[in-house]
């Protein structure tokens, strides 16, 4: 059985997710699991913090990580790892 | 059994107290997110071995009731960690009141938190043998502060105290790795 996530771990494998493949919106809500209402209100927040940008490719709407959002990305990894070494998920 | 001279339970604490502070002060410079949730992992070693430090030199009990009770809170924290769960948060403050109960307590936050890092180390592949190592030793600590409250009547024990902070430094050690892992990116 899968546990809820918490907000902060979606929006986490959100940037993920961007950071690893060129991706969509509809790539992205299925990937992540989440419907697409949830993924516009992470989505307008990830956009007004400048942690993401969205372009236009081939009819698409894509995103990009910043540079903002890579450094974030990052510090969470870090963090993810250190809790993996106690064995607990985050 | 080997009579260890307070003198020398002195200087360990104070060594520990020390090192229990490292993680405060290094981890926070490599890893920026997550400051709170970590920090509480830690938080509560140093708060204990400052109590021992009291107990040790002033020989007062009640020292040695809090040191037990921010051991128990340090487990429970972990607990926490795993299970997610609240419950045992109402019964904490009975410890206040009883050492045994916070020893047993104690007990079985870190049994539960044994076999649960054990079951994760085996089935999903993660988790540092360090701290695998360290459960085991506060486990062995906790048990043999149970074993010398119901044989002897002893609250307070070189051996078990031993134990912890062996366990405490294996506690931390993964905590400086991943420091000096950050150091070299």
């Keep these: 059985m899968r546990k809820n996530r918490s907000e902060n771990r979606i929006i986490f494998e959100i940037l993920q997710l961007i950071n690893d493949e060129k991706c969509t919106g509809s790539i992205i809500t299925r990937k992540v699991n989440i419907p697409y209402t949830k993924f516009k209100e992470i989505e307008e927040n990830l956009l007004k913090n400048e942690l993401i940008q969205a372009y236009y490719y081939d009819g698409h709407i894509y995103y990009n990580l910043t540079d903002k959002g890579k450094k974030l990305l990052n510090e969470y990894i870090k963090f993810k790892e250190l809790m993996k070494l106690y064995g607990i998920e985050w | ?185």
């Design chain 2, 1 to 185: 059994m080997i009579i260890v001279n307070n003198e020398i339970i002195e200087y360990i604490t104070i060594a520990m107290f020390i090192f229990s502070l490292v993680p405060f002060i290094l981890l926070p410079l490599k890893i920026k997110l997550g400051l709170f949730r970590y920090t509480l992992l830690y938080i509560f070693l140093p708060i204990y071995f400052l109590f021992i430090y009291f107990y040790v030199t002033t020989n007062n009990d009640l020292y040695l009731s809090y040191a037990y009770i921010f051991e128990t809170i340090f487990f429970f924290n972990i607990y926490r960690s795993y299970l997610s769960n609240e419950l045992f948060l109402v019964i904490l403050p009975i410890t206040f009141l009883i050492d045994d109960f916070a020893l047993m307590i104690s007990f079985y936050f870190v049994t539960f938190n044994l076999v649960e890092f054990t079951k994760k180390k085996i089935n999903d592949k993660y988790g540092s043998n360090l701290i695998l190592i360290s459960t085991v030793f506060y486990w062995i600590s906790i048990l043999i502060s149970i074993f010398l409250v119901f044989e002897d009547i002893t609250y307070f024990s070189f051996y078990s105290y031993l134990f912890f902070t062996l366990g405490t430094i294996f506690f931390i050690i993964p905590a400086l790795e991943t420091v000096k892992k950050y150091e070299k990116k």
